[in-house]
């Protein structure tokens, strides 16, 4: 990157489309995917930039594809949100301890849903908007992570549903997107965005 040119690193060892993938402690994590949109993967691969090498981690709990944005890296630990699995859409969140080497369930989100945007926001996860049973219903909620490893159910409703966000200024910010006709080409992409200020909408249960 220095002096703008790019070189090929060791190619991801397990051939797979639909995956996530998120940075966590130096190491960058491509968790489950499949061959097409109707199979599903449990292997978890680590690359280490280190030695440009990819190595074999503990498999996912569940199989699970279209969890593009719904990994994230969080408090020493790597977070799998959703998703879809052999039943359908997904509510699990599972949870991955490096030091242990083992995926854990936490509690679940309160929609099943995949193509999730997620955004870490004042030491919390968020998980937004995504795709619901059937394929064409888009779910306009947003669900707080209290620390990391434990979920909570909290929601706020959504005036765009996200295909991507940011975090500026106290808000999160989504953009743009498939919106609900837009999905299939009935109506083209949505074309607008949305500045989301979450504080003092979740519900902490503790």
């Known amino acids: 990157p220095a002096d703008g040119t790019t070189e090929r690193l060791a190619d991801l060892p397990t051939s797979r489309a ?12 491509a968790v489950g995917g499949g061959e097409t949109s109707s199979s599903f993967m ?17 498999p996912l709990n569940i199989p699970r ?18 998703g879809v699995g052999a039943s359908g859409r997904l509510t699990s969140v599972e949870v991955y301890d490096p030091a242990s080497n083992e995926w854990s369930l936490s509690n679940s989100i309160q929609q099943g849903r995949s193509g999730i945007s997620v955004a870490i926001f004042d030491g919390k996860i968020w998980a937004m908007g995504g795709f619901g049973q059937g394929n064409t219903n888009l779910v306009d909620v947003g669900t707080v992570f ?15 549903t996200p295909a991507g966000d940011d975090v500026q200024a106290g808000t999160i910010t989504t953009v743009a997107g498939t919106g609900a006709n837009g999905f299939a080409g009935d109506g083209g992409p949505a074309v607008h965005a949305s500045l989301f200020r979450p504080q003092g909408i979740f519900i902490d249960s503790s």
Do not use: Q
């Not at 449990?42 to 503990?58: K, L």
């Not at 890296?73 to 949100?81: C, D, F, P, R």
């Not at 209290?146 to 765009?160: R, Y």
């Open 18 to 29: 639909f995956l996530g993938a998120a940075w966590l402690d130096g190491k960058f994590y």
């Open 42 to 58: 449990d292997i978890v691969e680590v690359y280490d930039p280190e030695s440009d090498s990819w190595s074999t981690t503990a």
């Open 65 to 82: 594809n279209g969890i593009f944005n719904s990994v994230v890296g969080a408090n020493g630990h790597l977070i799998v949100i959703g």
């Open 146 to 160: 209290i620390d990391g490893t434990e979920a909570t159910a909290g929601s706020a409703d959504l005036s765009a």
